[in-house]
């Protein structure tokens, strides 16, 4: 679902070809990390190896962590979203959540190791939201993708949170992404739902996004 973060990652990558004098780019290689999908409550969580992850159970307002020695971010997905798996991952990580109850609606969060420390030395909100969208209108089927709202800066983290709606051969849909940095890691958290229940699910999604932190 969340295929446009991977034109993301090649396009920084394109910015660091182009630009010799900018010291920031993708890491050339990825490190193995060993992942665990068991769950586990939240008052005892097991430690399963040094570099296996640590997850949190899907609860009502349950908090998901995932974490390994080199990375960790956490959020509170909706009672209703189940844990999806790809038989091909193409990041570091990569994690979907699927609603049992509402066709289209979902998460994802990859994390691809970066050679930057912050998202303003790649570019402002609005230059990386110009970014993204060039990312997405040249992706097979799409034909058309609007920025809807400004993008938000997140002052605490330096996240960017970004609103957009994407036209194609499947359909309309509308994302709202937040992209972070952290210890040389870029992270993006993307929601998605059909525009037709954009209006409906608005504040639901924002208060999602808004509990993507990195630890």
Known sequence: M???????????SYVIVSCNSLSFGIENSRNEVGI?????????????????LILCPLQAEAEY???????????QPPESMKESTKPLKTHLD????VSSEL??????????PVRIDSLSQFGTPGEVAARVVTAEVNRDGVFDVTLVK????????????LNYLSK???????????????????????AQVKEENYNDMEKELMQVVGTFQTN
């Not at 969340?2 to 090649?10: G, Q």
């Not at 400004?150 to 949170?161: A, F, M, R």
């Not at 499947?170 to 958290?189: D, Q, W």
């Open 2 to 12: 969340i295929s446009f973060v991977r034109l993301l990652v090649l396009l920084i």
């Open 36 to 52: 665990s999908n068991s769950k586990i409550s939240r008052r005892s969580l097991l430690a399963i190896g040094s570099a296996s």
């Open 65 to 75: 962590v995932r974490s390994s020695p080199d990375y960790s971010f956490s959020f």
């Open 94 to 97: 990569e994690i979907n959540f």
């Open 103 to 112: 066709k289209g609606y979902q998460y994802g969060v990859t994390v691809d």
């Open 150 to 161: 400004d993008p938000i800066v997140e002052e605490s983290s330096g996240s960017y949170i």
């Open 168 to 190: 194609g051969k499947r359909g309309n849909k509308h994302f709202i992404c937040k992209i972070s940095i952290a210890k040389k890691k870029l992270y993006v958290m993307t």
